[in-house]
Nanobody
C-alpha cells in the first residue's frame, strides 16, 4: 500500500522558514519523480515543485523560484521542501504526491503551513 505522510508544517512569521518532509512507503521511491502541491483556503490546488527520480532535475512554479527548494533522500525514502522568505500568500495545506509531469497518482493527507504575524 502506497503511503505518503507529510510533516513539518506549522505557524511561521512572514519572512521565516520551514522545512516540510514527506515519508514514502509501499513503492520503490527511487523509481519515481515526486511533487509538492498546495491548496490555499478557498482556492484550487496549485502545483509547487517537482523533482526527478534521482534529484537531478527540479522545477518550480514561478512565484516560488529562489525561495523554495525541493530535494530527496532516496536512502531514507523521504521528500523535502525547504521554504524560505515565506509570505502570507504561502499559507496553504501542502501535499506531496507520487509522480511528476506525467501525472500524480497518490497523495498524502497534507500538512498545514500558516504564515502570519
Amino acid at each position: 500500500e502506497v503511503q505518503l505522510v507529510e510533516s513539518g508544517g506549522g505557524l511561521v512569521q512572514p519572512g521565516g522558514s520551514l522545512r516540510l518532509s514527506c515519508a514514502a512507503s509501499g513503492f520503490t521511491f527511487s523509481d519515481y519523480s515526486m511533487s509538492w502541491v498546495r491548496q490555499a483556503p478557498g482556492k484550487r490546488l496549485e502545483w509547487v515543485s517537482v523533482i526527478s527520480w534521482n534529484g537531478g532535475t527540479t522545477n518550480y512554479e514561478e512565484s516560488m523560484k529562489g525561495r523554495f527548494t525541493i530535494s530527496r533522500d532516496n536512502a531514507k525514502n523521504t521528500l523535502y521542501l525547504q521554504m524560505n522568505s515565506l509570505k502570507s500568500e504561502d499559507t496553504a495545506v501542502y501535499y506531496c504526491a507520487k509522480g511528476g509531469n506525467g501525472g500524480m497518482d497518490y497523495w498524502g493527507k497534507g500538512t498545514l503551513v500558516t504564515v502570519s504575524s
